[in-house]
């Protein structure tokens, strides 16, 4: 099951991103054409195969403008859904259905769509151990909604922030001056629930790495039989996480050589939106 988003969080985006529609005047060409009275009947339908992902977001958009619109969910966030599929059915008063429909539309789409993304990669490794994994290129103020996207297209979270857990970066590496400094100072600066990353370019790296001990080793821009010996090494003694070049006509091979995770910012930071549309029904 996944876990819901925080309805907090949810509402301060839906109110950002409705102020930044309506602006100051607010919706002119709805409030000018539709009587203040009148009612409508929407669906939004798939355009396109994919994952649906941010019903919340889209639910939030409509009850924040009118709270007498009713929202009703015809699939749960994780579901697939093909070109036609029914997602969501609204009624309510149409000022507020019409004035929301973007907002509501561009969550639910641009979520879907990593949500879609995600799952093409996770069904590529679904016969190994391996789980599909995001990073932080996330779009800015859309982390937590992008990473919950990966969820509900079978993906899992890398870290939310700075402040979740130590990954050492090359250039970390560079300024500390090597792998053991870097590890040491890690070890002796962060508390015991920390969990420390490390990536490595190179095998000689690795054992340097296994020599000084950490939780995670980020294999970066290695080739399939590099991570093979890398997992071979490692013997189950830490976390193997893949990383660069992973596309997914890459990421069956990468992850066959044995890894435990592959983390890819493909899936938040280029995947395309899922086409959904509202159409107003008449009659």
Same mark, same amino acid.
């Given at each position: ?7 907090? /969080?949810?509402?301060? +985006? ?17 409030? +000018? ?27 939030? =958009?409509?009850?924040? $403008? ?15 859904? =093909? !070109? ?13 259905? /019409? ?8 969550? $639910? ?32 103020? /859309? ?23 130590? /990954? ?7 300024? +500390?001056?090597?792998? +053991?400094?870097?590890?040491? =100072? ?6 015991? $629930? ?29 080739? !399939? ?14 976390? =193997? ?34 086409? $959904? ?7």
């Amino acid at each position: 099951m996944i876990a819901p988003l925080n309805p907090i /969080l949810v509402q301060q +985006a839906v109110e950002a991103a409705l102020l930044e529609d309506l602006g100051r005047a607010g919706d002119l060409t709805t409030q +000018a054409t539709i009587p203040a009275d009148a009612e409508a009947r929407a669906i939004i339908a798939a355009r396109k195969p994919g994952v649906i992902a941010g019903l919340d977001l889209a639910r939030a =958009a409509f009850h924040r $403008l009118d709270e007498r619109v009713r929202f009703e969910a015809v699939v749960e966030d994780g579901s697939r859904v =093909a !070109p036609g599929d029914v997602v969501a059915r609204i009624h309510g008063p149409a000022r507020a259905i /019409l004035t929301a429909e973007r907002v509501a539309l561009n969550f $639910l789409g641009r979520l879907s769509g990593v949500a879609t993304a995600t799952s093409v990669f996770a069904d590529a490794v679904a016969h190994t151990r391996a789980k599909v994994a995001d990073t932080r290129k996330t779009t800015p103020g /859309l982390r937590v909604f992008e990473k919950y996207a990966v969820r509900c297209g079978g993906g899992s979270n890398h870290r939310f922030g700075l402040d979740d857990a130590v /990954l050492i970066k090359d250039n970390h590496i560079a300024v +500390a001056g090597g792998i +053991a400094p870097a590890l040491r =100072a890690a070890k002796a600066g962060v508390g015991h $629930l920390v969990k420390i990353e490390i990536e490595v370019d190179t095998l000689a790296q690795l054992d340097e790495v296994l020599a000084e001990g950490a939780d995670v080793v980020l294999l970066d821009n290695m080739t !399939p039989d590099q991570l093979r010996e890398a997992v071979r090494r490692i013997e189950g003694r830490m976390i =193997a996480e893949a990383s660069g070049n992973v596309s997914p006509a890459t990421v069956a091979a990468i992850a066959e050589s044995g890894v435990d995770l592959i983390s890819t910012g493909w899936i938040t930071h280029s995947s395309p939106v899922l086409d $959904l549309g509202l159409d107003i029904e008449i009659g």
